[in-house]
C-alpha cells in the first residue's frame, strides 16, 4: 500500500512540480488561492433573477401542499401549509349539502411573516374566501381536484388557486 501511495506522489511531483515547488506550505497557499480566485470570478459574474414566471399582484396563480411562491414586483411570498378540511360533495353523487374546503396560508412579507390565514370556499358565505393580510387581500379561487367516491384525494394531489391583491 505504501508503495502505491509513492508511485503516485512521484508521479504528482513529476507534473505538477512547477506549481507545487517548495514545502507543504506553499502547496497549502497555493490550493487557497486558487479556490480564491474562482470565487472571486464567481462573485463577479452578473447573475439577474428572471422573475417573469412569477405571478403578478392580482393574477391567479396555483400551489401544490407546501409550495410558495413570490410574487413579481412585490417582496411577498405566500405558501399553501395543507388543505384543512374537504368536506365537498363527491361529483358523481348526489348529497344534500355541497361542502366546502379549507386551505391554510402563510404570508411573508420582505422577509416578515405576515401570519397563517384559513380560506374556505363553498361555505355558503363567499367572504370566507378572501382575508386581509398586512395590505392585501388573499383569496382562494379554486380547489382541485374535485372529489369523486371511489377516490381518496392524497394531500400531494391537491393544487390551490389564489390571487393577492393590494388593499
Not at 54 to 81: M, N, R, W, Y
Not at 107 to 128: F, M, Q, S
Amino acid at each position: 500500500m505504501m508503495e502505491k501511495i509513492q508511485y503516485y506522489d512521484e508521479i504528482i511531483q513529476e507534473q505538477y512540480t512547477p506549481y507545487f515547488e517548495g514545502n507543504f506550505m506553499t502547496r497549502v497557499l497555493f490550493f487557497i488561492s486558487l479556490v480564491l480566485l474562482i470565487g472571486v470570478s464567481i462573485g463577479c459574474l452578473d447573475i439577474t433573477i428572471d422573475d417573469s414566471s412569477l405571478p403578478a399582484l392580482g393574477s391567479q396563480f396555483k400551489l401544490k401542499v407546501d409550495q410558495t411562491t413570490a410574487l413579481k414586483s412585490e417582496d411577498i411570498k405566500v405558501t399553501l401549509l395543507k388543505v384543512t378540511d374537504d368536506s365537498r360533495c363527491a361529483s358523481d353523487v348526489v348529497c344534500i349539502w355541497a361542502g366546502q374546503v379549507s386551505v391554510l396560508v402563510n404570508v411573508t412579507k420582505n422577509g416578515k411573516n405576515l401570519g397563517d390565514v384559513t380560506l374556505t370556499l363553498g361555505a355558503g358565505n363567499p367572504d370566507r374566501a378572501v382575508k386581509n393580510v398586512g395590505d392585501y387581500l388573499v383569496k382562494v379561487i379554486e380547489v382541485n381536484p374535485y372529489p369523486i367516491s371511489t377516490h381518496k384525494i392524497e394531500t400531494s394531489e391537491y393544487i390551490v388557486t389564489l390571487t393577492i391583491s393590494k388593499i
